[in-house]
């Protein structure tokens, strides 16, 4: 859990300084009942999600589709909002539950 969580924020800070050019990144995390969530946003160039990830594979970025399905596996939520010239927002949700020993 803690590695793949880990991958999904490593994975959204590299890309808001490498294709959004952000200036500034916020990583909240935080663990509630039941629930882990982390939000990463920043203030970089931004882009259209659905475009970006109906041509993820034609463009060999694969980058966010990792990062939905690590999020998947975890039994989890990953939503990315984004607009060109607006920044952008990965929000990650994991239910705790099935990882308690």
Known sequence: LRSSVFKIIQEAVTNSVKNGRARRIRVLVSAGPGMLRANI???????????????????????????R???????????????????????LAVPLHLFRK
């Not at 041509?55 to 589709?65: C, Q, R, S, T, V």
């Open 41 to 67: 946003t920043d203030d970089g160039t931004g882009f259209d999600v659905e475009k970006t990830l109906a041509e993820a594979g034609e463009k060999g970025a694969w980058g966010l589709l990792n990062m």
């Open 69 to 91: 399905e690590r999020a998947a596996l975890l039994g989890g939520e990953l939503n990315i909002s984004s607009e060109p010239g607006r920044g952008t927002t990965v929000t």
